[in-house]
């Protein structure tokens, strides 16, 4: 696995040509509304705004102040969360127009980074297990567990990783609007993956939990 910075990308979303014998399966971005939503957290601050605000009003109207007094008084205080929540859903935005998920035979790379280009490279054999949790909207993420001797930083990674998993950061493909067909397209190429390494090895492919021999690998994206 690797992490390069760079500024020119000879194919879209990949820092350099694909070597012979891999092919592009699917590329895509984050839904901006959806990582705005989970990423960012838009919602819950828009109820927590709204909380102070009705709080604020309830004191303020209690204190013997008028609805119009009231309404004047809280000015400062809408301007303040409308700002904060158009920030929130700005940084969604750009986080989703500046990235780039690619799934190819052999990998995954993200390219993500708003300020700064960055290209994260997951093999296969370095990815554990593969998870899917899908919302009501059809929209969903696939987090990638990695195996033990591979590590990302957690802040070169968000908001494309699993929250709260700051020892053992876990990249994400996150927020892919019709996330079914994408699972499908990657639990394909994990399982013709195994097949192709079990075959120039000799020996049978392996479903599900390995040997102790060998590290485990995922045959297929799992569902949450």
């Not at 399966?25 to 109820?47: E, K, N, T, Y």
């Not at 033990?148 to 929250?163: G, K, S, T």
């Not at 927020?175 to 067909?181: D, E, K, N, Q, S």
Request: hydrophobic share 45%; aromatic share 8%; net charge positive.
């Amino acid at each position: 696995m690797t992490t390069s910075e760079y500024e020119f990308e000879p194919v879209r979303g990949l820092p350099e040509y694909l070597p012979k014998g891999e092919h592009i399966l699917w590329q895509g971005s984050p839904d901006a509304w959806a990582l705005a939503l989970r990423a960012f957290h838009v919602r819950q601050i828009a109820v927590y705004f709204a909380l102070l605000l009705g709080w604020y009003a309830v004191s303020r109207y209690g204190d013997g102040h008028d609805a119009a007094a009231v309404a004047v008084s809280a000015l400062p205080l809408i301007g303040v969360s409308l700002l904060c929540l158009v920030m929130l859903g700005l940084l969604g935005w750009l986080s989703a127009r500046s990235s780039i998920y690619t799934i190819t035979n052999r990998r995954i790379v993200l390219r993500i980074g708003i300020a700064l280009t960055m290209a994260i490279n997951i093999p296969f054999r370095q990815i554990a297990a593969a998870n899917l949790k899908t919302y009501r909207d059809g929209s969903g993420d696939i987090t990638l567990k990695l195996l033990d001797d591979n590590r990302i930083a957690y802040l070169h990674l968000w908001p494309h990783a699993r929250a709260w998993r700051l020892t053992r950061p876990e990249p994400m493909l996150r927020a892919i609007a019709h996330v079914g067909p994408v699972a499908r397209v990657l639990s394909d190429a994990l399982s013709a993956s195994l097949d192709e390494n079990a075959e120039h090895a000799g020996t049978e492919p392996v479903r599900g939990r390995s040997r102790k021999a060998a590290p485990p690998r995922p045959a297929a994206v799992a569902a949450e």
